[in-house]
């Protein structure tokens, strides 16, 4: 588990990647899509690192190379590779999720994110997690 963490700040620093730039970059697209869409009640999300924990597990059950899918559990859904495995910029991956309805419900409170690569061909594989209230 130590030598995952490890990974994940070496990969956050490889590509520029924190988890501000997350927060805000799913915040920025569930802001535009419920413009667009008339969400009354989005909420803001905040960035829970407890949540990263889940997340990993779930990354890690597909070896680090999930394909594009969403995981829902009791409490939070997960949306692996929501990238399909291109090099971009992340508000890039956003636009293009929160079209396909991404990144949570409205009531949705919290948010963690992982960018990692797989190791089967070293593409970068972005996932977001958000509880589900």
């Not at 990263?52 to 394909?67: A, D, M, S």
């Not at 291109?86 to 948010?111: A, C, F, H, K, W």
């Not at 594989?125 to 589900?132: C, E, G, R």
Request: with cysteine; charged share 20%; glycine share 8%.
């Amino acid at each position: 588990m130590k030598s995952l963490v490890i990974a994940f700040l070496l990969i956050q620093t490889v590509y520029g990647f924190t988890r501000a730039e997350c927060v805000d970059a799913v915040n920025n697209g569930r802001a535009s899509y419920a413009e667009k869409h008339q969400w009354a009640n989005v909420n803001k999300l905040l960035y829970n690192i407890g949540m990263e924990k889940t997340l990993y597990e779930h990354i890690g059950v597909f070896n680090g190379c999930p394909r594009s899918t969403v995981i829902s559990g009791k409490e939070y859904q997960i949306y692996t590779n929501m990238n399909d495995g291109e090099d971009g910029e992340l508000e890039e991956y956003m636009e293009t999720d929160i079209r396909n309805n991404s990144y949570g419900i409205p009531q949705s409170t919290v948010v963690a994110c992982a960018l990692t690569t797989c190791l089967e061909n070293g593409k970068p594989i972005l996932s977001v997690i958000t509880d589900y209230v």
